[in-house]
């Protein structure tokens, strides 16, 4: 296997599967599928549903949809199944004739349906097992339709009455299948993405289908798939990240017994975000679930080393050392803390960003977000959060502070 990863093993595929006439294909997973299938009963990253009475009307919706999302940058196996008619044998009955020959239409259709399906007539029942018993007419009645309208049926009145005298059987075009959802008819329109972000390829694909689709009275579109998720799980987040934060400034401030300097502390958060950002966009990642994930865990690691500067900072303030002083040696002396919390970190997560295997589409992301995130969030810690301590952070009021710093300069003066 000479795979450097998934979505060049994708690509070969697609190359060596494009030439071949007649063929329909996509790239899936067994759980990814099942899954899938489970949540909007389709198998890919976007289902289209078309929703309308008219079969005719939703096989060309379906396929003007899918020329449309063809266009968009990122489609890949894009398809509609197609719903084309086959012949059927249709009775039509004669109640006219039926009615003479003292035959309701109702018995008529229970002896026909016997004669090809079966009626079950009793039960046999064998130690454990039991067998179902269904009388039918013979095989060849239902090869032959001309044999089956020849057969015959008991009347009222003891006589016989020939199949063909009564109903009458003619060949009739219809729909292979007939997809039902909520009541409703659907057509469906289903396409993977390849080489972008899911969201971002919904949100092309709805605005060309609103430009180039026009859907006529009593049809509507449902767009789900895989993006659903993505969808739920940014909704989700935007409710647990304020939370979090909160949570962190209330155990900051429990701790410190300082808003300024909980917010100081706080204020290391985007210094993170900006590298997890970055780091995204060089290794040609998106802003997927386990790279939102990433995002948290990293948000912690920061509040965690500004806690650690800030905490010294503090300690030194306490001991009478001057303000200026307290910066530079604080953060001279708690530089290797701050390091080794960071790079143990990151360290730990490089071996996730050389994953290929199972599993490498979600560790990889948040690796990436993690390391990129700490690398600039460390170096700016170290650097702007002393001096924004020295500006804003001091908890001591100013007239405290300056009687300390001669305290320091001066011990005979206490």
């Known amino acids: 296997w000479r795979v450097p990863d998934k979505e060049w093993l994708l690509q070969q595929l697609r190359a060596a599967m494009a030439g ?13 599928m099942r899954t899938s299938e489970m949540l909007t009963g389709a198998r890919g990253d976007l289902a289209v549903k078309i929703f309308g009475p008219d079969l005719k009307v939703l096989g060309d919706l379906a396929g003007r949809v899918q020329s449309a999302i063809s266009s968009v940058k990122g489609a890949a196996e894009v398809f509609t199944a197609s719903n084309d008619t086959v012949d059927y044998l249709q009775i039509d009955m004669d109640r006219l004739m039926a009615g003479r020959t003292g035959l309701s239409v109702t018995s008529i259709e229970d002896e026909l349906r016997a004669l090809l399906e079966g009626t079950p007539v009793g039960v046999v029942a064998e130690a454990q097992r039991r067998t179902n018993i269904v009388i039918r007419g013979p095989q060849t009645l239902r090869e032959a339709p001309e044999l089956f309208m020849q057969s015959q049926l008991a ?40 080489g972008r972000d899911l969201v971002g390829f919904v949100e092309d694909a709805q605005k060309a289908v609103a430009d180039k689709v026009a859907l006529p009275a009593g049809y509507h579109l449902v767009w789900g798939g895989e993006f659903e998720n993505q969808r739920r799980a940014a909704a989700r987040l935007a409710v647990v990240v304020p939370i979090a934060l909160g949570l962190i400034f209330l155990v900051l401030f429990a701790t ?17 975000l900006v590298g997890g950002v970055l780091a995204l966009w060089v290794a040609g990642e998106y802003l997927s679930v386990p790279a939102s994930v990433g995002f948290i865990a990293l948000l912690g690691i920061a509040v965690l080393n500004g806690l650690v500067l800030v905490s010294y900072f503090n300690q030194l303030l306490a001991g009478g050392m001057p303000l200026g002083q307290v910066v530079f040696e604080g953060s001279l002396r708690r530089l290797r803390p701050v ?29 990436i977000v993690v390391i990129g995130g700490l690398a600039t969030s460390t170096l700016l810690t170290l650097l702007l959060l002393p001096i924004l301590f020295r500006r804003f952070g001091s908890a001591l ?10 305290a320091w300069t001066n011990p005979l003066a206490s």
């Open 20 to 32: 071949m006439p007649g063929i329909e294909f996509a790239f899936t997973q067994p759980i990814e």
């Open 155 to 194: 009347a009222p009145d003891g006589g016989l009455v020939r199949i063909g005298d009564v109903a009458q059987l003619r060949r009739t075009a219809g729909a292979v299948k007939v997809d039902r959802e909520n009541a409703s008819r659907f057509a469906i329109v289903q396409a993977y993405v390849s």
């Open 256 to 272: 410190l017994r300082s808003i300024r300097q909980s917010v100081l502390i706080l204020a290391n958060v985007p210094f993170a």
């Open 339 to 367: 390091l080794m919390t960071a790079s143990i970190a990151a360290f730990g997560l490089v071996p996730l960003l050389y994953a290929n295997g199972p599993g490498s589409e979600i560790q990889k992301p948040l690796a």
């Open 397 to 406: 009021p100013a007239t405290q502070t300056e009687a300390r710093t001669l």
